[in-house]
T-cell receptor, first 114, second 114 residues
Framework: DTAVSQTPKYLVTQMGNDKSIKCEQNLGHDTMYWYKQDSKKFLKIMFSYNNKELIINETVPNRFSPKSPDKAHLNLHINSLELGDSAVYFC?????????????FGPGTRLLVL | AQSVTQLDSHVSVSEGTPVLLRCNYSSSYSPSLFWYVQHPNKGLQLLLKYTSAATLVKGINGFEAEFKKSETSFHLTKPSAHMSDAAEYFCVVSDRDAGNMLTFGGGTRLMVKP
């Protein structure tokens, strides 16, 4: 069974559209994340979310919004897509603890905005 | 603030020869350090992690890394490369001052020649 899954795997859409990417984890973790990987393979955190707190990377445009219907899901909604949003988006999860945590990543969603 | 520098964007080795992927980090607290691997068009897989226990950490697929605080380094090594090791490798730092957020290095592409 896949621990962290994302749908869709590929997403091709036009500029200006609104789209969502879904993420589900079956690890029983309490914290989920979204990362963006650009064309140069650089990975950057976008959001960190648990049932208590949403932490937003200040560089993320407010067109991006995470939505969590329950502890096992953290979906990413993107409004008014722009060419620069083309990237691979990774979801991850972890179990928060007093010390360091290990994050487990999904397979990625490859978004192409035309 | 935490940061990670991977000193080589590309490393090329012959099959059966040793692998060395270099990583230096900056962290305001005792960091946790990770190496993740990304095979082409795949997600991120955890290779190994250091969390203030033994400084020499063994991971999957014969990889290991040594934490050297005096050099602020966490280099990844493997005695003998396999063709299947060809992938992108990311050095990652996390510390409590950053809310356990992960900061990724720029990645090193490992190429293995037959």
């Amino acid at each position: 069974d896949t621990a962290v899954s994302q749908t869709p795997k590929y997403l091709v859409t036009q500029m200006g559209n609104d789209k969502s990417i879904k993420c589900e984890q079956n690890l029983g973790h309490d914290t989920m994340y979204w990362y963006k990987q650009d064309s140069k393979k650089f990975l950057k955190i976008m959001f960190s979310y648990n049932n208590k707190e949403l932490i937003i990377n200040e560089t993320v445009p407010n067109r991006f919004s995470p939505k969590s219907p329950d502890k096992a899901h953290l979906n990413l909604h993107i409004n008014s897509l722009e060419l620069g949003d083309s990237a691979v988006y990774f979801c991850a999860s972890s179990q928060s603890a007093g010390g360091p945590v290990t994050q487990y990543f999904g397979p990625g969603t490859r978004l192409l905005v035309l | 603030a935490q940061s990670v520098t991977q000193l080589d964007s590309h490393v090329s080795v012959s099959e059966g020869t040793p692998v060395l992927l270099r990583c230096n980090y900056s962290s305001s607290y005792s960091p946790s350090l990770f190496w993740y691997v990304q095979h082409p068009n795949k997600g991120l897989q955890l290779l190994l992690k250091y969390t203030s226990a033994a400084t020499l950490v063994k991971g999957i697929n014969g990889f290991e890394a040594e934490f050297k605080k005096s050099e602020t380094s966490f280099h990844l090594t493997k005695p003998s490369a396999h063709m299947s090791d060809a992938a992108e490798y990311f050095c990652v730092v996390s510390d409590r001052d950053a809310g356990n957020m992960l900061t990724f290095g720029g990645g090193t592409r490992l190429m293995v020649k037959p």
